[in-house]
């Protein structure tokens, strides 16, 4: 099995400050190796990655222990009929008509709330101001729950994700993520009982009366639904909205041709998506020993997937480490898909049933951020970085912009 070459260990500071220098490594001599620290084999390059993702000889046992002790047993655990059926009485509410009817308006609404803080100030940091709370308020009110909650409902995602993410054991954070599994349980399972007997038109009483095929969802099934909901849609798209408006800031003539043409949002998301991901790695459990690209992983270990040097893998990508809003090789019309050309929402089965809230939420934020501020520059002197390992965005993003003055109606 290959050694890492000359890339820093996945754990490292170095790794952390800018882990494409170590992909382009591991790209070039490292591609698959076993990482002692982790317990783990890793893989970078796309056709691995994609093939872990997409093949079911690469199962998700590995949430048993990395998810289920905070959120309880969820869909991505599951496969078979089991799987078919609980993704099949989620999904509806995450596409199309339903999705555009009952929820397109909190995402405006949510939107337009948290930009009149700022609209009339000419600075924001779109991060802790804005990228950071819009994804969790639309879920809260989506849910139809208390709105007061909000900051209740921040810490309870922050540390879900932070147990997802604990690959050096931190014991406190363990801990943490533990009792955030008992409060959010002793708040949420009340909250669904009540909701069963007074179903209105919110998602959680769209989850209370779904059934298919005679199964419907327990309370157990729903509270672990809803907190996988809070960690995955909060952080993912809390980081990729502040990534897509960073890159575009970086990339001022990409900027002006988005700001001219707000048909560019999608192309500008799926490219942040291949370009800095939300989610830079996620693990798998094969089922047998499987060959790859580069060697074998043998039957029960652990892979961890590096979505973010899959996604910049030049086997795949024409100049991956160039941002380009007009790139030919990552198709728009399946970037929000299961045939997604970039690796950010996973492949297969296990796609991400939240694409396109996801998407809705992108497009929805940038229109209004782009009304707000068609001017937005890096603040002088700032020059945003970026933080995390295994989720990973901009840890601050200070914009200027000349304030919109409100037309008097």
């Keep these: 099995m290959p050694a890492a070459g000359e890339a820093p260990d996945i754990l490292s500071p170095e790794f952390a400050e800018n882990p494409y220098a170590a992909y382009r490594v591991m790209l070039d001599t490292a591609p698959l190796f076993w990482h002692e620290a982790t317990q783990s084999y890793v893989v970078s390059r796309y056709e691995d990655v994609a093939r872990a993702f997409k093949e079911p000889a690469f199962t998700t046992d590995n949430y048993n222990w990395q998810l289920e002790p905070v959120h ?30 009952k929820f397109l308006p909190v995402i405006e609404r949510n939107a337009r709330q948290l930009i009149d803080s700022f609209r009339d100030r000419g600075e924001v940091d779109l991060v802790s101001e804005f990228a950071r709370h819009f994804p969790i308020n639309v879920i809260v009110d989506m849910l139809g729950l208390d709105r007061s909650e909000h900051a209740r409902f921040q810490k309870w995602y922050t540390s879900i994700i932070a147990f997802l993410g604990n690959l050096s054991q931190d014991p406190e954070v363990a801990a943490d993520g533990l009792r955030t599994r008992d409060e959010l349980a002793e708040y949420m399972i009340p909250v669904i009982r009540e909701r069963r007997q007074n179903l209105g038109d919110d998602l959680l009483s769209t989850l209370c009366k779904a059934e298919v095929d005679g199964t419907s969802m327990s309370d157990e099934d729903i509270k672990a639904f809803v907190s ?89 990508f024409a100049d991956p480490d160039r941002f380009d809003v007009f790139r030919t090789d990552l198709a728009e019309e399946t970037a929000f898909s299961a045939a997604a050309g970039h690796l950010a929402f996973a492949l297969g089965r296990h796609f991400c049933v939240g694409a396109l809230l996801a998407k809705s939420e992108v497009e929805v934020g940038l229109n209004q951020l782009l009304d707000a501020m068609p001017d937005a520059r890096l603040a002088d002197g700032a020059g945003p970085v970026e933080q995390g390992l295994f989720t990973r965005g901009p840890a601050t993003l200070p914009i200027t912009f000349t304030p919109r003055i409100p037309t008097a109606v």
């Design 72 to 101: 309880g047993k969820t869909i991505l655990q599951m496969s078979g009929r089991e799987h078919a059926v609980r993704r099949a009485l989620v999904a509806p509410a995450f596409r199309g008509s339903e999705l555009e009817r």
């Design 228 to 316: 996988l909901l809070l960690a995955a849609g909060g952080e993912t798209t809390d980081k990729a909205i502040a990534s897509v408006v960073k890159n575009l800031l970086e990339h001022p003539d990409q900027f002006e041709a988005v700001l001219a043409d707000r048909s560019l949002i999608p192309r500008a998301f799926a490219e942040t998506l291949r370009y800095t991901p939300p989610v830079h790695m996620i693990m798998r459990q094969p089922a047998r020993d499987v060959e790859l690209s580069t060697g074998t992983v043998p039957k029960g270990a652990t892979v961890t997937c590096l979505i973010g040097a899959a996604n910049r893998d030049p086997r795949r």
